[in-house]
């Protein structure tokens, strides 16, 4: 199960928790929604671990955002037709010894991202990182390149809420006061007010070796924007569950608490946005670029992928229901499908001049919370229909919130409705990972759906 690169690179990891004197190493995989999942093991363990993997069980694999489980797993085939699966069996973390850092907010701990195997050593098909392995493979002799810009927020925390009575599925979010109370978008007396916290989260992810380029306080209070550098596609999403993870950590043992959450329920906050910005290359040359045009004809295919598939995209870009809550008219977020030159209003954006090697693709309808393998996924499948049909995009968009065009999902149940009736993105994700990933969704839904919100109290309680 482990071939000759990885025991070599297994030695290595050896070698590095003896020189530092590790005590425990974290055994992770990015579960559906992109949170990292796995155990702890001690540092005598490891040896092991990298040889035969470390066993979870399989029902981390069927939970929805609550952390419920929302397949029967007691039963024939534990609910997702696989028998593996029967009786909340174990899987197996395999560990990808590329991935191992020593993480520098706990210590003495190393840390390690693993892919998930079943019992016989064949993947997982609800493992999130395979589903973007097979899609990069797909690409043949391109390679998928990904920049990453996230917006965020971070508070303080002024109550943990960790009475027995804050406890449940979800348990009660802490209370939390600004660190600033914004609309004065990259200023400096702003950026200073937050350079604090900043610098503390930049040493950490720093140290983890991510590819930082910039900070960034962002328009709204307690908002914070990181970039990262370009990366090949399975290191840039890697890099973004480790920076989320590792930010939200860093953040809590200060006092803070880091959300990614796109819109949180708090006095004037705003909503926040990742940017995906990619590229295809090409034996080292950016297959975007054109020498006198803005995009490459390979650009102009990908691009009109994009578009056609946009609508179903949206359920692996905006996973939650809270994230359709950001498209708004004249928000600088995207309202329906269009593309633009240089126009942050467009849902995709072409960065770029004729010549030039940095020219890529912004795609603005993400939210932060979206797990990187199914979004990045999306693309890629969108794109080389576009490449596969050799589609034209329409005329880009010089009113993007006027333009007429089709309208993007309104909500999370529109956007699944759409992702279940897309043949090009459910013949390549896969038909039984779409439905799984539906079926777990509409739990979330289902669930949000029963809930008495304020504006219904609001609106009906002394009216009726």
């Known amino acids: ?63 929805d955002t609550s952390h419920r489980t929302v397949f029967p797993a007691f039963t024939p085939g534990g609910g997702v037709a696989m028998p593996e699966f029967e009786g909340a069996a174990d899987v197996l973390m395999m560990p990808d010894a590329s991935t191992f850092r020593v993480l520098p907010w706990a210590p003495d701990t190393g840390w390690v991202l693993c892919d998930l195997r079943l019992q016989d050593g064949r993947p997982v098909p609800y493992d999130a990182r395979a589903v973007l392995r097979k899609a990069l493979e797909k690409l043949g002799e391109h390679e998928f390149i990904a920049g990453l810009e996230v917006e965020f927020h971070v508070f303080r925390i002024t109550n943990a809420n960790l009475r027995p009575a804050d406890a449940g599925q979800p348990g009660t979010p802490p209370d939390v006061e600004l660190l600033t109370t914004g609309y004065q978008y990259l200023t400096e007396q702003r950026y200073d007010l937050i350079d604090p916290v900043v610098q503390v989260l930049r040493g950490g992810l720093e140290q983890l070796g991510l590819p930082l380029r910039s900070y960034e306080v962002e328009f709204g209070p307690s908002q914070f924007e990181f970039t990262l550098a370009p990366l090949g596609g399975l290191a840039a999403a890697d890099a973004m569950v480790l920076l989320r993870s590792a930010i939200k950590q860093i953040a809590r043992r200060h006092g803070y608490h880091a959300t990614f959450m796109c819109r949180p329920k708090l006095p004037n906050v705003m909503s926040s946005g990742w940017h995906l910005h990619q590229s295809l ?36 870009s905006t996973p939650t229901i809270n994230g359709y809550k950001r498209y708004r008219p004249y928000s600088l977020a995207p309202d329906r499908v269009i593309w633009g030159k240089e126009n942050r209003g467009a849902l995709l954006r072409v960065i770029g001049a004729p010549g030039s090697s940095a020219t890529r693709i912004e795609n603005r309808i993400g939210e932060p919370a979206a797990n990187p393998y199914l979004y990045f996924a999306s693309q890629i499948y969108s794109g080389l229909d576009g490449m596969a049909t050799r589609a034209s995009p329409p005329p880009a968009a010089e009113t993007p919130y006027e333009a007429k065009a089709e309208l993007l999902p309104r909500t999370l149940t529109e956007a699944l409705q759409a992702l279940r009736e897309d043949k090009v993105l459910r013949a390549g994700v896969g038909e039984a990972f779409v439905d799984y990933y539906c079926r777990i969704k509409d739990a979330e839904i289902a669930r949000y759906n029963l809930e008495v919100s304020d504006w219904e109290h609001r609106e009906y309680f002394d009216l009726f």
């Open 1 to 63: 199960m482990v071939d000759a690169r990885s025991r070599t690179s297994g030695v290595n990891i050896l070698k590095e928790i003896e020189a530092r004197g590790l005590k425990a190493v974290r055994f992770s995989f990015a579960d559906q929604h992109g949170i990292l999942r796995g155990k702890t093991l001690a540092a005598t363990e490891v040896r092991g671990a990298l040889e035969r993997g470390v066993t979870v069980t399989s029902t981390l694999l069927l939970k």
């Open 281 to 316: 290359a090409k034996g080292g040359r950016n297959a975007f670029s054109a020498e006198r045009e803005d995009l490459s004809d390979v650009g102009k295919h990908y691009l009109a992928g994009l578009l056609a598939h946009a609508r179903a995209a949206c359920a692996f």
